[in-house]
């Protein structure tokens, strides 16, 4: 998209802002109520858009990644909107002024938003959805990698009956795009999801306007499983958790520190799961993991492997792309990984499950916390005590104890560290979209 159209959007938005003001909270539910049902009413063209955008999308795991988040968010928001709004326009009592006072929130304006490809549906609902929900409007930049999604959730905003010109879906280079629409004054926040290079540039640009940013960056979870655990039960979670959508998720666990008791009977386990797992195009219902985005993962993937291997870790399972078309690669283990490995360092964002043992609480702990990422982190244990303890010192943004379910609508998304900062979801990513006013009155 050019610079003259992209302009052309933001005074469109900003006039509309000036004369019309923020939508109602009745019509911002009325809003979002129709979207859920449109939504739902297109299941079918919302999965073969999945399909579209990567291949490895069953009709299940469509609906568990991506639709299902979509309508929980919107659904989310509808019920509960007019309740976060109405009490933070609280009085505030002043005992040494005269007349009276209150605060106030009001929409922010105009968001920019900019969303990965690995969610093309689900992420950029939770970002449009908030927005929305607190009265702004939106100029989406979605991945250009995968724009099925992001099309249709468009087009279901559209049919919904939302404004015209709240809304506004763009594509084109991205550093084009941010480098001319940060910099604008219309726009007031801009929310990335994405990498941590490509987050701190945009934070640079938003900086010299002084506009927020809401940073959801790279993650490298590390997972704790502990000796009281039953194997199986937590093998079964985490071989799931670890290829889902191929690895190619922010908060998918990474580094599996075990405990020395179990150590060899959870790599063991772990390779087997590996090794049975059905891979192929998503159109084979039968098949539980799909290829990777594009062949740049692919090379960055056989790039990390060989690099462990060459470091001296042991290649329990997979360790190779499948023949044939399409960039699809095995579901991997690597057992004893030095910390010299780089994918011990750098985020995989991949099917490779790395797998190494300790011995005391204070050395898991202090390997878990090492690295700059802090986005999500996991333990599993059946003690009370060690699950309170382990959820505190974890160095995370959001941390998942004995179960992997860390992301729900009513939660705040995000992470510390260089991972980023700010939050999506819940209270606090609706606060991201409103200015905080107080009003004295004499």
Not at 304 to 325: M, T, Y
Request: a neutral charge; aromatic letters at 8%.
């Amino acid at each position: 998209m050019s610079e003259p159209s992209i302009q052309a959007i933001l005074e469109r938005q900003r006039a509309a802002f000036l004369r019309e003001g923020a939508p109602s909270l009745a019509q911002r539910r009325a809003d979002l109520l129709r979207l859920k049902q449109v939504v739902l009413a297109r299941r079918a063209q919302f999965e073969a858009a999945a399909q579209a955008d990567f291949g490895n999308r069953s009709a299940y795991e469509t609906a568990l990644m991506d639709l299902v988040p979509v309508v929980q968010e919107i659904n989310h928001l509808r019920q509960h909107v007019g309740k976060w709004m109405r009490p933070v326009r609280r009085p505030v009592a002043l005992t040494y002024l005269p007349g009276r006072a209150r605060v106030t929130y009001q929409p922010l304006g105009v968001i920019g938003i900019v969303s990965p490809w690995n969610f093309p549906m689900s992420s950029p609902a939770r970002k449009v959805a908030g927005a929305l929900s607190a009265g702004c409007s939106i100029i989406l930049k979605a991945s250009e990698e995968t724009p099925a999604g992001a099309v249709q959730l468009a087009r279901a905003f559209d049919d919904a009956g939302l404004p015209r010109g709240v809304l506004n879906l763009v594509f084109g280079t991205p550093s084009e795009i941010s480098e001319y629409l940060i910099p604008q004054p219309a726009v007031r926040l801009v929310t990335f999801t994405g990498s941590i290079p490509v987050g701190k540039h945009l934070m640079k640009l938003a900086a010299e306007g002084m506009k927020r940013t809401t940073m959801e960056l790279g993650g490298h979870a590390p997972v704790l499983v502990f000796d009281d655990v039953d194997v199986e039960k937590v093998l079964d979670a985490c071989a799931t958790a670890k290829y889902r959508n191929a690895g190619q998720v922010c908060v998918s666990p990474t580094r599996f520190y075990v405990h020395e008791k179990i150590y060899n009977r959870f790599v063991e386990g772990f390779a087997a799961r590996a090794k049975a797992l059905p891979v192929g195009d998503g159109i084979d219902e039968k098949n539980r993991m799909g290829p990777l985005v594009h062949a740049r993962r692919l090379a960055a993937i056989e790039a990390l492997i060989e690099d462990a291997k060459n470091s001296g870790a042991k290649v329990q399972a997979g360790g190779a792309r499948l023949k044939g078309a399409g960039y699809f690669y095995a579901p991997t283990v690597l057992s004893d990984v030095p910390n010299k490995a780089r994918i011990m360092n750098e985020e995989p964002f991949g099917p490779v499950a790395v797998i190494n043992s300790f011995s005391d609480y204070d050395s898991v702990i202090e390997q878990a916390n090492r690295l700059p990422y802090g986005l999500a982190a996991f333990a599993f244990t059946d003690s009370a005590h060690r699950a309170k303890l382990v959820g505190e010192q974890l160095e995370a943004g959001m941390v998942g104890v004995n179960t992997f379910a860390i992301s729900v609508p009513e939660s705040p998304f995000g992470g510390v560290k260089e991972s980023g900062h700010g939050s999506e979801e819940g209270i606090e990513g609706l606060e991201a979209c409103l200015v905080t006013k107080f009003i004295s009155e004499a």
